[in-house]
């Protein structure tokens, strides 16, 4: 058993798995990020690339780093063994119909809706301007993403916030646009997570006043709403605090038609004919 | 008033409008350019209200004013609600503001009528030329029109908004009459082919300016008055055949406060309107046939969906074999979507497709199971009746108590 380890960097692995192809080893031979494996063997092979060329087609290489980015058991041996299996012919491994296969779509599914829920469900603060030092951030988020997407997701948000400064903190990595280009961090600074977690917002009132006024609590459908916004995420939205008082309001009254209860309360106009 | 206020009365007014789509814009990025916003044709849903409800886009009205008496809506001229105008200038902080947040990708404006049809037009579009023009604001801008509007104004908010629509309200010119009757059907339509008409002169002129490059909608209020699926179907489709519409949306009757006795007091229709989705997607998508769906008068099934329905009446049709039969009816068989059709063929393409491939591509098995052949499966559901096929299949309602009070 070779014991391999890549940091869990997609190009690292590409380099090591080139090798192993090479010496042509069987996906049974090898294993990432095992720790003192039991059946580990001290089978040793050269280090430069081995006598076997392996043709591979450039749409499974965008296939597989997709994949990578997905955090899970398996993460780097199971696309070694897809890999094994188009480069020996068999390119089925690749399509969704394979037991193999099925597993890699299923992850870059994953990968694909973890990127959307940061595009998603990402939120800005605005930070006060500093008035001495070098400027700062204009925006900063805190964002807890189930896998590692953030590097390349973020480029999203270079299109959407033109040339302003902003940063993402996550519990893992971190990105900080400065106007011009793109900076990322694997291991997010403490000095970011600080400033994305503290971040104090007192504009926000007026977001949620739209949140809570634009549900219709005679359609009341919670199930269909979690389906769609995890309860993971609902800590770090601003307005997740409110989902729980809405659902109970509307289940307790507020069902019976569409307008909000305060609403309700405030002093109607009828109009006569002439506006 | 302030503008929280202003928010909380005219969210509470827009609430009824079923879209909020940002879906289909063309491509805008403000990477290295003043303003901010992009559209990729991509929508993005920022946050879902517990009503299951995506928040796309700051839905609002500019002002819930409003001349007519229209008997479904909450913003009537006789109804008793709170009443607010916003300046454009405060949509236009609004939006910029929920949109540095991350919290919308767009704006969704409304209005009920003030004055007159024009000057609500020209409101309007003043709100969209100060976000496109003083903001540079590249983001999704989807503007209702007026349908009683100067064409002109309404080829000018074309060049402005990625979205146009125009409410057709009811399914029926009759109900039209009765429940809306200061509005008219054939303004309506005639708006409809104004929006039409400009996106027809800009489509092969790929250097003119853009005109609702994501196309425009309509909504219909179903459960307001008496019409059946059938009706809003067939008025769909040719909605779709005459104007090219992108989307038809279909809104559940919301009981509204202080409702008048011409409409009904109910809860909502939730599960009609999910089937008429379910319906209408196949009519855009599948190139299923209103007459196919509900040949006849008649309302779609509550405990069976569209698609089900159809393979029940056409049970000649299948079973289908998975390792020849053309995609297209592929596509037909219950439980099998276009995507899992898709990965049918190419798989087909390296080898034979067996049972066991289904299970993996997670088509829902059940739903499927009476209606295909693979080179190891024959169903034995094949031979019973409909009528027993069909009682397995339907949706079970879950058991629900019974209301103390009947």
């Not at chain 2, 990625?162 to 509005?183: C, F, G, H, M, Y």
Request: charged share 25%.
């Amino acid at each position: 058993m070779i014991c391999l380890d890549c940091d869990d960097l997609f190009a690292t692995w590409r380099q090591q798995a080139r090798w192993l192809l090479s010496h042509q080893i069987d996906p049974s031979h090898v294993g990432w990020n095992t720790v003192a494996d039991l059946f580990a063997t001290d089978e040793h092979y050269p280090e430069e690339i081995g006598p076997f060329q392996a043709r591979i087609p450039v749409a499974l290489i965008e296939l597989l780093q997709s994949a990578a980015q997905y955090r899970g058991e398996q993460r780097w041996s199971l696309l070694y063994e897809v890999l094994w299996r188009v480069c020996h012919g068999d390119r089925t491994a690749m399509l969704a119909g394979d037991r193999l296969g099925s597993e890699l779509h299923r992850r870059i599914k994953q990968v694909r809706r973890e990127s959307h829920h940061l595009h998603a469900f990402l939120r800005f603060v605005e930070m006060p301007v500093a008035t001495e030092g070098p400027p700062g951030p204009e925006y900063v988020a805190w964002h807890e993403p189930a896998h590692d997407i953030l590097a390349l997701a973020s480029e999203h948000f270079i299109g959407r916030m033109g040339r302003s400064r902003w940063l993402i903190a996550t519990p893992q990595d971190g990105v900080y646009y400065d106007g011009t280009q793109l900076i990322h961090e694997r291991r997010c600074p403490l000095e970011w997570q600080q400033l994305a977690q503290q971040a104090h917002d007192p504009q926000g009132e007026l977001w949620l006043t739209y949140y809570s006024h634009i549900f219709n609590p005679a359609r009341l459908n919670p199930k269909v709403m979690q389906g769609h916004l995890p309860t993971r995420f609902w800590k770090n939205l601003p307005e997740g605090a409110l989902i729980p008082g809405l659902i109970s309001d509307a289940r307790t009254g507020k069902q019976r038609d569409g307008q909000a209860r305060d609403i309700g309360k405030r002093q109607g106009k009828r109009i006569g004919r002439s506006v | 008033m302030q503008l929280i206020d202003k928010l909380s009365i005219l969210a509470d007014a827009a609430k009824y409008d079923a879209s909020c789509a940002s879906s289909g814009a063309p491509k805008r990025s403000s990477e290295g350019k003043g303003g901010l916003g992009s559209t990729n044709g991509m929508g993005i849903c920022h946050s879902y209200t517990p009503d299951g409800r995506c928040v796309s886009l700051l839905k609002i009205l500019l002002t819930n004013f409003c001349l007519f008496d229209c008997q479904y809506c909450v913003n009537r001229r006789s109804s008793d609600v709170p009443r607010a105008r916003f300046t454009p200038e405060e949509v236009v902080r609004l939006t910029v503001d929920f949109y540095r947040r991350n919290c919308i990708s767009g704006l969704f404006l409304s209005s009920g009528i003030i004055r007159s049809a024009d000057y609500t037009m020209e409101q309007l579009i003043r709100v969209a030329r100060l976000l496109r023009e003083e903001h540079q604001f590249r983001g999704y801008i989807h503007l209702k029109t007026i349908p009683e509007a100067d064409p002109a104004l309404i080829e000018e908010a074309g060049r402005y908004a990625d979205r146009l629509s125009v409410n057709i309200e009811l399914p029926t010119d009759a109900s039209l009459q009765t429940l809306a009757p200061e509005k008219d059907v054939k303004s309506i339509k005639k708006a409809m082919s104004t929006i039409y008409t400009g996106q027809q002169t800009v489509l092969n002129e790929p250097r003119a300016p853009r005109f609702t490059p994501a196309g425009q909608s309509t909504q219909m209020i179903v459960g307001a008055d008496q019409t059946d699926d059938s009706t809003i179907l067939h008025s769909a489709e040719s909605l779709y055949g005459n104007y090219g519409l992108k989307r038809v949306y279909y809104s559940a009757f919301s009981p509204i406060p202080n409702s008048p006795k011409s409409v009904p007091l109910a809860a909502p229709p939730l599960m009609r309107e999910h089937r008429l989705y379910q319906a209408d997607f196949l009519l855009r998508s599948y190139g299923y046939k209103a007459d196919e769906l509900l040949s006849g008068p008649g309302d779609l099934a509550l405990d069976i969906d569209p698609k089900l329905a159809w393979a029940l009446e056409n049970r000649s049709v299948f079973p289908l074999d998975l390792n020849r039969a053309e995609p297209a009816l592929i596509a037909r068989i219950p439980g099998i979507g276009l995507r899992t059709t898709k990965r049918l063929v190419e798989l087909r393409r390296q080898r034979r497709i067996r049972y066991e491939d289904l299970t993996r591509l997670r088509c829902v098995l059940a739903k499927a199971k009476p209606f295909f052949i693979t080179s190891d499966y024959h169903p034995q559901q094949a031979e019973i009746s409909t009528l027993l096929l069909r009682d397995q299949l339907r949706d079970r309602p879950q058991p629900q108590q019974l209301g103390l009070w009947g």
